[in-house]
């Protein structure tokens, strides 16, 4: 940093004495996130001796990212780059390990490519009209299963592409926006022909196939309508005489369809009733498809699961979860639901896939201070191997945060755990100025694992606290990972619950020395954002606030956004059958109370929190004129935002506004330093 005036000067002077560097390392910088290079598509072959994995990384010139591919043997050695720069999407082994499968557009269309995994070039295999959805191997790797979208006639399609494509919202296929149902094929690697399986017309949201190839599981909706996921219904297709039958007709979402290995079950996700009225973590249930009888296996549930694997036995399934701030993986015995820890790693560790007989794992870790990198182990006996190690200059140069879960009582006795980051190179007994961090969802958690995304990450708490701030990250009530009750807690208690939950946290670290009260910043992205304008119209204790993404008036955001979880759990009702509760709720109706400085940031062409609600805001306060406010729109951008431009411009603005505002700094930014 350059000394810009002497409140700087001064400001500089005292920061650098209480937070000396330390082995030479140097704080965070918004270049660094921008630098971080994630790890993804990870895949074991079915032997366990080879993973596959990719790198992204940033492309500035092209303001936006580029990804390479690897293979590297299992027990660790060299990575070998594969496939090309054209990459692709969808990558899978065949059953047998000879081929890896993957997707990639043609004429801006996606076809399914091959390549053996021997070495050698990708070759073109499909040549569908459309192009490929989803897909999965059969069992007996002679036949690729895949969805695809029902195409136009080409007289149809002329007329479409000249201008006669009005949508007509929520019929047929169409939600907010054009869309086009979905249906089944089969391809065959051996002819290269493809066969349709079904001629309905549905919307998928997962499928597999049984081990004998004959039968397809699957998750669709007949419908479009974006707040209502509880018409995800369970479906099975017979590849033989290409017969559909429904097999669940309720009120809740079912997910994650797979067949047991006998292929006479399959499990799958689903609430705890068949109203999804019941706001829980979600439960694992077994059925039989021919007769239709199932069954809930009944556990213990704390919160999100994935990657669901049976064991070849059938008598039990691997799968992550989320256990308050740290994930690992568990093993569940389907006859009793018995659940034990097969790792128990503090931080998180994330199983990617498992060789065919479930022997060998691939997976990943990262906890506060350790980016995620990929390793491999044996399932009985766990003895990790290091794969990768994608970012090794953020241990070597860059002075990170402590953090540590903290935990305190809140309304009604509730206890709330927290993630409470501290500089590196704190001294005890200083007191610090802190901003509070809103996790989204409002079933999201924050956990103890590092990673990056363009938007806010765990690599801009490390930022901050590399600019001398305590971070404080609370899983408030609304939360996953601490089991229904937690979950539950947010119903009726929109806004104020989750304020006191915050606040007493806050209170409790100004009570232990570590917090300068009079130096209190919020933000939050997403539904972060609606707590963050909710807070500040509750309280005037925080200099300055972000709110990135939000939504402050439930009324108007019913139809334009995703807000199905007010009506059916959080609020009840609707605007026009509950009006008193959805305005209490909103931030706009007690907006007249923000003194707060609010900075305010959302993608142009946000349709999960409509970008109007931003707007409404800002247009608010600055009309009151009581608090500083400033609204930045990020073209392009969705609900995420992925331009690394506008990326470090907002965080860069946002770093500017905190400085300021709470601590009386005219901040100059970073000078960006290409890595």
């Given at each position: 940093?350059?000394?810009?005036?002497?409140?700087?000067?001064?400001?500089?002077?005292?920061?650098?004495?209480?937070?000396?560097?330390?082995?030479?390392?140097?704080?965070?910088?918004?270049?660094?996130?921008?630098?971080?290079?994630?790890?993804?598509?990870?895949?074991?072959?079915?032997?366990?001796?080879?993973?596959?994995?990719?790198?992204?990384?940033?492309?500035?010139?092209?303001?936006?990212?580029?990804?390479?591919?690897?293979?590297?043997?299992?027990?660790?050695?060299?990575?070998?780059?594969?496939?090309?720069?054209?990459?692709?999407?969808?990558?899978?082994?065949?059953?047998?390990?000879?081929?890896?499968?993957?997707?990639?557009?043609?004429?801006?269309?996606?076809?399914?490519?091959?390549?053996?995994?021997?070495?050698?070039?990708?070759?073109?295999?499909?040549?569908?009209?459309?192009?490929?959805?989803?897909?999965?191997?059969?069992p007996n790797g002679k036949q690729i299963f895949f969805t695809a979208e029902e195409q136009l006639s080409d007289e149809e399609q002329k007329e479409h592409d000249l201008g006669a494509d009005p949508i007509f919202i929520d019929e047929g296929p169409n939600g907010k926006n054009e869309g086009r149902w979905e249906n089944f094929w089969v391809f065959n690697i051996e002819t290269?022909?493809?066969?349709?399986?079904?001629?309905?017309?549905?919307?998928?949201?997962?499928?597999?196939?049984?081990?004998?190839?004959?039968?397809?599981?699957?998750?669709?909706?007949?419908?479009?309508?974006?707040?209502?996921?509880?018409?995800?219904?369970?479906?099975?297709?017979?590849?033989?005489?290409?017969?559909?039958?429904?097999?669940?007709?309720?009120?809740?979402?079912?997910?994650?369809?797979?067949?047991?290995?006998?292929?006479?079950?399959?499990?799958?996700?689903?609430?705890?009733?068949?109203?999804?009225?019941?706001?829980?973590?979600?439960?694992?249930?077994?059925?039989?498809?021919?007769?239709?009888?199932?069954?809930?296996?009944?556990?213990?549930?704390?919160?999100?699961?994935?990657?669901?694997?049976?064991?070849?036995?059938?008598?039990?399934?691997?799968?992550?979860?989320?256990?308050?701030?740290?994930?690992?993986?568990?093993?569940?015995?389907?006859?009793?639901?018995?659940?034990?820890?097969?790792?128990?790693?503090?931080?998180?560790?994330?199983?990617?896939?498992?060789?065919?007989?479930?022997?060998?794992?691939?997976?990943?870790?990262?906890?506060?201070?350790?980016?995620?990198?990929?390793?491999?182990?044996?399932?009985?006996?766990?003895?990790?191997?290091?794969?990768?190690?994608?970012?090794?200059?953020?241990?070597?140069?860059?002075?990170?945060?402590?953090?540590?879960?903290?935990?305190?009582?809140?309304?009604?006795?509730?206890?709330?755990?927290?993630?409470?980051?501290?500089?590196?190179?704190?001294?005890?007994?200083?007191?610090?100025?802190?901003?509070?961090?809103?996790?989204?969802?409002?079933?999201?958690?924050?956990?103890?694992?590092?990673?990056?995304?363009?938007?806010?990450?765990?690599?801009?708490?490390?930022?901050?606290?590399?600019?001398?701030?305590?971070?404080?990250?609370?899983?408030?009530?609304?939360?996953?990972?601490?089991?229904?009750?937690?979950?539950?807690?947010?119903?009726?208690?929109?806004?104020?619950?989750?304020?006191?939950?915050?606040?007493?946290?806050?209170?409790?670290?100004?009570?232990?020395?570590?917090?300068?009260?009079?130096?209190?910043?919020?933000?939050?992205?997403?539904?972060?954002?609606?707590?963050?304008?909710?807070?500040?119209?509750?309280?005037?204790?925080?200099?300055?606030?972000?709110?990135?993404?939000?939504?402050?008036?439930?009324?108007?955001?019913?139809?334009?956004?995703?807000?199905?979880?007010?009506?059916?759990?959080?609020?009840?009702?609707?605007?026009?059958?509950?009006?008193?509760?959805?305005?209490?709720?909103?931030?706009?109706?007690?907006?007249?109370?923000?003194?707060?400085?609010?900075?305010?940031?959302?993608?142009?062409?946000?349709?999960?929190?409509?970008?109007?609600?931003?707007?409404?805001?800002?247009?608010?306060?600055?009309?009151?004129?009581?608090?500083?406010?400033?609204?930045?729109?990020?073209?392009?951008?969705?609900?995420?935002?992925?331009?690394?431009?506008?990326?470090?411009?907002?965080?860069?603005?946002?770093?500017?506004?905190?400085?300021?505002?709470?601590?009386?700094?005219?901040?100059?930014?970073?000078k960006r330093i290409k890595k």
């Amino acid at each position: 940093m350059k000394r810009l005036s002497v409140v700087l000067f001064a400001a500089l002077f005292t920061w650098s004495t209480l937070f000396a560097q330390t082995d030479g390392k140097r704080p965070m910088t918004v270049d660094d996130r921008l630098a971080f290079v994630e790890i993804g598509n990870i895949l074991l072959s079915p032997d366990g001796d080879w993973v596959f994995y990719s790198k992204t990384e940033l492309d500035w010139d092209r303001n936006g990212k580029k990804t390479s591919y690897y293979m590297i043997p299992a027990n660790g050695g060299e990575a070998i780059q594969y496939i090309g720069e054209a990459g692709g999407e969808s990558f899978q082994f065949s059953p047998d390990g000879e081929y890896l499968s993957f997707i990639r557009p043609v004429d801006d269309k996606g076809q399914l490519f091959l390549i053996p995994t021997s070495g050698g070039e990708a070759i073109q295999y499909s040549d569908h009209k459309g192009g490929i959805g989803s897909c999965n191997w059969a069992p007996n790797g002679k036949q690729i299963f895949f969805t695809a979208e029902e195409q136009l006639s080409d007289e149809e399609q002329k007329e479409h592409d000249l201008g006669a494509d009005p949508i007509f919202i929520d019929e047929g296929p169409n939600g907010k926006n054009e869309g086009r149902w979905e249906n089944f094929w089969v391809f065959n690697i051996e002819t290269k022909r493809e066969a349709r399986i079904t001629n309905e017309g549905f919307l998928t949201e997962g499928f597999d196939i049984s081990p004998d190839g004959n039968r397809i599981v699957f998750v669709a909706r007949k419908e479009n309508r974006v707040n209502e996921p509880f018409r995800a219904e369970l479906y099975l297709a017979d590849v033989r005489t290409k017969k559909v039958k429904r097999l669940t007709d309720n009120n809740a979402p079912e997910s994650n369809p797979l067949w047991a290995p006998d292929g006479k079950t399959f499990i799958y996700r689903a609430p705890k009733r068949e109203d999804f009225y019941d706001l829980t973590n979600g439960y694992f249930w077994i059925m039989n498809p021919d007769t239709g009888k199932k069954r809930r296996i009944e556990s213990e549930y704390y919160g999100f699961t994935s990657n669901i694997t049976w064991m070849p036995d059938g008598k039990s399934v691997l799968y992550n979860e989320y256990r308050k701030s740290n994930q690992n993986l568990y093993r569940m015995e389907i006859s009793s639901g018995k659940v034990a820890p097969v790792t128990n790693e503090t931080g998180s560790l994330v199983t990617y896939a498992f060789s065919k007989d479930r022997k060998k794992m691939v997976y990943t870790f990262s906890d506060f201070n350790t980016p995620k990198d990929i390793y491999a182990s044996s399932v009985k006996k766990f003895k990790p191997v290091r794969l990768t190690d994608a970012n090794p200059w953020i241990k070597e140069k860059i002075l990170l945060g402590k953090g540590q879960v903290i935990s305190w009582k809140s309304k009604g006795g509730m206890k709330i755990e927290g993630l409470f980051y501290l500089p590196g190179d704190y001294k005890k007994g200083t007191k610090l100025p802190l901003i509070l961090y809103i996790h989204g969802g409002p079933q999201g958690v924050f956990s103890n694992k590092f990673e990056c995304y363009y938007s806010a990450t765990t690599m801009d708490l490390h930022l901050y606290t590399g600019l001398g701030y305590a971070i404080l990250a609370p899983n408030v009530r609304g939360s996953s990972g601490y089991g229904d009750e937690l979950l539950r807690g947010l119903i009726g208690e929109v806004g104020d619950g989750e304020y006191i939950d915050q606040m007493t946290g806050i209170d409790k670290l100004i009570e232990e020395g570590y917090v300068d009260p009079d130096q209190l910043g919020i933000r939050g992205s997403s539904w972060g954002g609606v707590s963050t304008s909710y807070t500040i119209t509750q309280t005037q204790r925080f200099k300055a606030a972000t709110i990135e993404a939000g939504v402050t008036n439930w009324a108007a955001e019913v139809g334009p956004g995703f807000s199905f979880d007010l009506g059916l759990w959080y609020i009840g009702g609707k605007p026009w059958s509950n009006p008193e509760e959805w305005r209490d709720h909103s931030s706009i109706t007690h907006v007249e109370n923000i003194t707060t400085p609010a900075l305010i940031v959302h993608g142009g062409e946000d349709q999960t929190s409509s970008v109007g609600q931003s707007l409404m805001l800002f247009t608010a306060i600055k009309d009151i004129g009581k608090a500083p406010v400033r609204y930045i729109k990020l073209p392009r951008q969705g609900h995420d935002i992925v331009e690394p431009r506008l990326s470090r411009i907002m965080t860069i603005e946002e770093v500017k506004w905190m400085q300021k505002y709470i601590r009386g700094i005219e901040w100059e930014p970073w000078k960006r330093i290409k890595k």
